[in-house]
Each structure stands twice: as C-alpha cells, then as structure tokens.
C-alpha cells in the first residue's frame, strides 16, 4: 500500500483526521492553517516537522531565537526558571499553533488536544495518505533566505540533535534492510 499526496489550498479534505506533510513548509502559514482547522473540529496530525522552514537571514533567526532563550533574568525571576522556551521542532511548531489559538478558552484547549506534532514519519502514518497545503509551501527563488528548524535545533542543542540524528539513521537502515528482504522473499517465491 503506498501513500499519495493531496493537495489543497485553505481548505482541508473532507477527513476526520487530516495528516500534513511539514517540509517545505513556512511555520506560521502553516500553523495559522492548521490551528482553523482544528477548531472547526478536526484531528491534525503534522509530520517532518524538523523540515518545516522560518524565513529569513539563518543567522538573524538563531540570534533572535538565542536571546529569546536567554533574557529571562529579570528583577522577579532572578534564577532564570521562567516560561519554558521549546527547543526541539516538534515541540516549537506546537508552541506556534498555540498561540494562534483561544487557549485561555474551552473551545481553543479542545482545538489544541486535537493536533499532534511528530518529528520524522510514525510507523502508523507511513501509508497515509498526507496533506500539502499550497498557501503554506515555501516559494523559494533565487537569493531567499530560510532555515529549517532541524537546522535551528542543531545550533541550539548539538548533543541532542546529534543523539536524535544518529538514531534516526540506525532507524532508515534498518527499515531499508527490511524492506530489502521482504523484495527478496517475493523474488524468490515467484
């Protein structure tokens, strides 16, 4: 069974459970898109989120995000234990729909138990049908600056990219070493 791409423009498939496709995708388009649809009352299930883009000069945004992480020592937080600042894409792709959300709200803390974020491809979506939302894809021409937050994540916490990197390596080859022999026992067979 092999998996097929939809593409749409704002408007979701007629499906309880929408999976989109991240890469290539620009954070807030796509955020903004995701957080109408689950209040409308949809599942969103995103995958590669490590994939999905931030425009702009690489440099300007992992500044921007470092000072993010770092000024919170102020007068009445002096030990620096304030908001807890995502790192990893997954988790800073959910932030983002979150604040596009009502959260304080009954109706935006239902729409943000309704989206799940996954870094890479689950086994369970792997022959799903996926999403791509044309109004969120990145149009990349000549000179035009971005970063992925794969990137973003590396510069920030290079230990833990590295172990997540290597794992999803182990992961591929073993899935590749499989999937070989599954070809080799229907060549055989036949």
């Known amino acids: ?17 929408v999976v989109v496709d991240a890469a290539n995708h ?18 969103v299930v995103i995958v590669n989120a490590e994939k ?25 937080n002096p030990e620096k234990v304030g908001p807890k600042i995502p790192r990893k894409p997954d988790r800073i792709l959910r ?12 109706r935006g803390k239902q729409a943000y138990k309704r989206i799940r974020v996954f870094m890479g491809v689950p086994p369970q979506y792997i022959n799903v049908d996926k999403v791509i939302i044309r109004g969120a894809l990145l149009s990349i021409k000549p000179g035009a600056k971005y970063a992925t937050l794969e ?21 591929e080859t073993k899935m590749a070493k499989l999937k070989k022999a599954e070809g080799e026992g229907k060549g055989g067979s036949a």
């Open 95 to 106: 932030r983002v729909i979150r604040g596009m959300l009502p959260r304080k709200e009954t």
């Open 1 to 17: 069974m092999c998996s097929k791409v939809i593409m749409v423009d704002r408007n979701p498939p007629q499906l309880n459970e």
């Open 151 to 171: 990137e973003l994540w590396s510069h920030i916490e290079p230990k833990q990219y590295e172990a997540w990197r290597k794992a999803r390596e182990a992961w």
């Open 52 to 76: 999905a883009v931030v425009t702009g000069d690489f440099n300007m945004v992992l500044n921007w995000y470092k000072t993010r992480i770092s000024e919170w020592l102020t007068h009445y």
């Open 26 to 43: 620009v954070v807030g388009r796509l955020a903004s898109i995701v957080a109408k649809w689950a209040l409308e009352g949809r599942r």
